[in-house]
């Protein structure tokens, strides 16, 4: 079992910045992957960010390419997400997740956070 906690999330203005944090505990030395998805009012959970916890390769949703960066710290178990240039169709509940196997889907997790409201004003 895997426990996910995220934090940092909050209330800020369009152009400004965020950084959310998410603590893994558990089987923290089986995980190989840790995410970022997200899920609008309304609308479907989608993927934001993902990093491999060995050589810590990433990858990013088009819509947050070059605005928001994932990052990984294996000794403390812990992902980041910093988050700038926020935009309102940035507001969201945002999810961390980590995953003990590599799927055939590249967005596949086994394990998911409770999530960190994070809200963009115009």
């Known amino acids: 079992q895997v426990q996910l906690v995220e934090s940092g999330g909050g209330l800020v203005q369009a152009g400004g910045s965020l950084r959310l944090s998410c603590a893994a505990s558990?089987?923290?030395?089986?995980?190989?992957?840790m995410g970022w998805f997200r899920q609008a009012p309304g609308k479907e959970r989608e993927f934001v960010a993902k990093?491999?916890?060995?050589?810590?390769?990433?990858d990013y949703a088009d819509s947050v390419k070059g605005r928001f960066t994932v990052s990984r710290d294996n000794a403390k178990n812990t992902v980041s997400l910093q988050m700038n240039s926020l935009k309102p169709e940035d507001t969201a509940v945002y999810y961390c997740?980590?995953?003990?196997?590599?799927?055939?889907?590249?967005?596949?997790?086994?394990?998911w956070g409770k999530g960190t409201l994070v809200t963009v004003s115009s």
């Open positions: 997740a980590a995953a003990l196997v590599f799927y055939s889907d590249p967005n596949a997790m086994d394990y």
């Open positions: 558990g089987r923290t030395f089986s995980i190989v992957k």
């Open positions: 990093v491999r916890t060995s050589g810590g390769s990433t």
